[in-house]
T-cell receptor, first 113, second 118 residues
């Protein structure tokens, strides 16, 4: 049972435009969400996180939005840069501090010059 | 930022042999480390949680006797794939949680180890 889903396996965006990556989850007990960026043959790199008590968290070009009623979160990257091309994973945990992360399948983002 | 290393980065072995993968937190202490496995174009699947000084906690479906985990110090955890078979070929990634990080759930990941069993 896939508790965290990223339904778009790939996304192409023009450089300078906004990239929007989506993630849905089924377990309403999840209360902490993270986005990771991964290059081939490398480990994931932490990007940004959000607690369930918030609906938005911003860090530079990256903003994560959380809609708890819809069990949906999204990552916005603006403006998109060629170096943003990578696979992006969203992850969720049941209790903040409980440590165990459940990952989505990933979305491959390609930024076109 | 926090750095986690893995060694080796790539290993090829014959079927039936055992392979040890090391995971080290280089600039912080990690009371808890995690071992993941990733198949091509799939998500990271948690295999086990490694706690310093105690037994690892394995996820459902992961064979404890096949994937031996040892977390002997606050900076080192090892995963040993015993009697490896071709179906064990995969990308193994470890992560570590900075015990001083407080309530954050941020895990720092190693670069991964590509295991190929012939």
């Amino acid at each position: 049972d896939q508790q965290v889903k990223q339904n778009s396996p790939s996304l192409s965006v023009q450089e300078g435009r906004i990239s929007i990556l989506n993630c849905d989850y089924t377990n309403s007990m999840f209360d902490y969400f993270l986005w990771y960026k991964k290059y081939p043959a490398e480990g994931p790199t932490f990007l940004i996180s959000i607690s369930s008590i918030k609906d938005k968290n911003e860090d530079g070009r990256f903003t994560v939005f959380l809609n708890k009623s819809a069990k949906h979160l999204s990552l916005h990257i603006v403006p998109s840069q060629p170096g943003d091309s990578a696979v992006y994973f969203c992850a969720a945990s049941l209790i903040q501090g409980a440590q165990k992360l459940v990952f989505g399948q990933g979305t491959r983002l390609t930024i076109n010059p | 930022g926090a750095v986690v290393s893995q060694h080796p980065s790539r290993v090829i072995c014959k079927s039936g042999t055992s392979v040890k993968i090391e995971c080290r937190s280089l600039d912080f202490q990690a009371t808890t480390m995690f071992w993941y496995r990733q198949f091509p174009k799939q998500s990271l699947m948690l295999m086990a949680t490694s706690n310093e000084g105690s037994k690892a906690t394995y996820e459902q479906g992961v064979e404890k006797d096949k994937f031996l985990i040892n977390h002997a110090s606050l900076t080192l955890s090892t995963l040993t794939v015993t009697s490896a078979h071709p179906e064990d070929s995969s990308f193994y990634i470890c992560s570590a949680r900075d015990w001083l990080a407080g309530v954050t759930d941020t895990q720092y990941f190693g670069p991964g180890t590509r295991l190929t069993v012939l």
